[in-house]
């Protein structure tokens, strides 16, 4: 079935998307530079375009850039004088990810810094609060992840989580896959947090079966 699976995000894109010179070639260059190639999909980009301009957002924060293809998405739904700001462990990754900016026009608005993401956040203080937080990164601290979301961004505040279905994985009580053990805990954090209001979504396609955590900061 998952090959029926990637056939209709194909077909999604062929209809819906059209062909985009800076991302096709942002995917063979992190391919070409040896990244993983664990990038949303492109009907996945062209949602986080959507939900970012629809939340009005002038302020981006990504924690996990990868070589840059989310944060091409997302950076193309700001204001001509929005800002982003990406989080990134590696700076091989990193070095990429500004390769591909500079080649989609996008680097005048997009801050990318590099070091453990825990580190980064919690440096981050003074600044202007985060409209929209895309969140894809380690999945053993996105629960932390989200508690920086909230304390840098405002009531309103949209945050998006990515891969927290794991093609069931999270029903797993008993893994031992840290992976696992941190999306139960982010699950866990956003039941009992009173400052968020949270649904997940199960999504199939080009990515297998997964999903996504949609909240908003109230």
């Not at 979301?149 to 093609?167: C, K, M, Q, S, W």
């Not at 996504?212 to 109230?218: I, P």
């Amino acid at each position: 079935m998952s090959g029926g699976w990637q056939a209709v995000d194909d077909y999604i894109a062929a209809k819906l998307l059209g062909d985009d010179d800076a991302l096709a070639t942002t995917l063979v260059n992190n391919a070409e530079q040896g990244l993983p190639p664990i990038d949303v999909s492109a009907a996945q980009g062209k949602m986080l375009f959507l939900l970012a301009q629809m939340s009005g957002a002038r302020r981006i924060l990504e924690v996990g850039t990868l070589g840059g293809y989310s944060t091409i998405w997302l950076a193309r739904a700001l204001p001509d004088d929005g800002e982003m700001v990406t989080l990134e462990l590696e700076a091989r990754h990193a070095r990429v990810a500004r390769q591909n900016l500079e080649r989609a026009g996008l680097s005048d608005k997009v801050d990318i810094r590099v070091g453990p993401a825990s580190e980064s956040l919690a440096a981050m203080t003074g600044e202007a609060p985060f409209d929209f937080v895309f969140i894809d990164a380690d999945k053993q601290s996105n629960a932390l992840y989200v508690a920086e979301a909230i304390r840098l961004g405002r009531p309103g505040t949209t945050i998006i989580v990515d891969n927290v279905v794991r093609e069931g994985g999270v029903l797993e009580a008993d893994s031992d896959d840290e992976r696992i053990i941190g999306t139960r805990t982010l699950f866990d954090m956003l039941a009992a947090d009173p400052r968020l209001d949270a649904t997940a979504i199960q999504t199939v396609g080009a990515k297998k079966w997964d999903g996504f955590v949609l909240a908003r900061v109230l």
